[in-house]
């Protein structure tokens, strides 16, 4: 064998190999990219779900200070009647 007939082989055998090389390495970004976007949807996703806790829990607070003063106005409230009823027994009448 001369060496053109050697080159000639040495090209059919690395041509072949050199299309799977690439259709591998194309493989691999596709497969990182498509990882890579599953981690960016993942903090996404996970700073979503964290600011709607913080939101949920400052509605909580909201919404146990707004009980907490009905109660306030509840309890004066019925300590007003109390007294009313006291001043109509003290002036004689019937509650």
């Known amino acids: 064998m001369d ?27 596709n497969r990182a990219a498509r990882e890579g976007t599953a981690l960016t949807g993942y903090d996404s996703l996970t700073a979503r779900l964290v600011a ?3 939101k949920a829990e400052m509605d909580e607070k909201a919404a146990d200070a707004r009980a907490s003063a009905a109660e306030a106005k509840v309890s004066a409230l019925e300590a007003e009647i109390t007294r009313l009823q006291n001043l109509v027994t003290q002036l004689g009448g019937h509650p």
């Open 52 to 54: 709607e806790r913080d």
């Open 3 to 29: 060496a053109a007939m050697v080159t000639a082989v040495a090209a059919l055998i690395a041509a072949p190999a050199a299309a799977a090389a690439a259709m591998y390495g194309q493989r691999g970004a």
